[in-house]
């Protein structure tokens, strides 16, 4: 099945997933994640309305970014060096992993004008996960007041590598209560109002929790 024809099942389920959450479908923007797969198979999903692409190395997006034709938006979709922030934030329109002061403080020190950003949050629990633990979000995201370029249009988690629904759908339910949160305490500087999470496996689970940026990889482009 070539990506024309995936991205055609993907857009039924996302409107069959919206329908059941009595939500629009036009509020679920899908992140296509490029990352494994060649810049021909970009351009593809390019081509079949998927605009905007998720990279999580700087070398796979430049490269990307450099071939492709079209409107695009680039998502950096993974961890993020500080080390490497001067040699790609100026090449990104969405940074989905901001999980440490000290990123934020880089990104405002080499950044041209506003970054939006998600705020990673480790909502699992699990060790090897990165992002800001739930009980620290809301101090964490004061504190990056005082960097004048950072925008947090929402947080970011990933779920569980599981098949129970159950534990999908208490991951997705728990960022979107925390997303409601911040509302309360409405930061200038953090709107949050979007959420991204869900992915090839859950993204229809995300959805009906509330999802409005799905990372989708080997569903759409394959492996």
Not at 86 to 101: A, E, F, G, P, Q
Not at 107 to 125: L, M, P, W
């Amino acid at each position: 099945m070539d990506v024309i024809e995936k991205g055609k099942r993907i857009k039924m389920n996302i409107n069959a997933a919206s329908a059941r959450a009595g939500r629009s479908a036009d509020d679920v923007t899908v992140v296509a994640v490029t990352k494994y797969v060649t810049n021909e198979r970009a351009q593809e999903a390019a081509d079949a309305g998927f605009f905007h692409l998720g990279e999580n190395r700087l070398e796979g997006l430049l490269e990307k970014k450099e071939v492709l034709t079209g409107q695009t938006v680039w998502h950096f979709i993974g961890s993020l060096q500080s080390r490497k922030v001067k040699d790609v934030i100026n090449d990104i329109d969405y940074l989905h992993s901001l999980d440490r002061l000290s990123l934020a403080k880089e990104i405002n020190k080499r950044a041209d004008g506003e970054i939006k950003c998600f705020v990673q949050v480790n909502v699992s629990g699990e060790e090897q996960k990165h992002g800001i633990s739930p009980e620290n979000i809301i101090e964490f995201i004061d504190q990056l007041s005082k960097y004048d370029k950072i925008k947090v249009v929402g947080l970011m988690t990933m779920a569980p590598h599981t098949t129970d629904e159950k534990i999908l759908r208490k991951c997705f339910k728990d960022l979107s209560k925390l997303k409601e949160t911040i509302h309360t305490h409405g930061f200038l500087h953090a709107p949050c109002t979007e959420l991204s999470m869900g992915m090839s496996n859950d993204y229809e689970i995300a959805i009906e929790e509330g999802a409005t940026f799905v990372r989708i990889g080997s569903a759409l482009v394959g492996e």
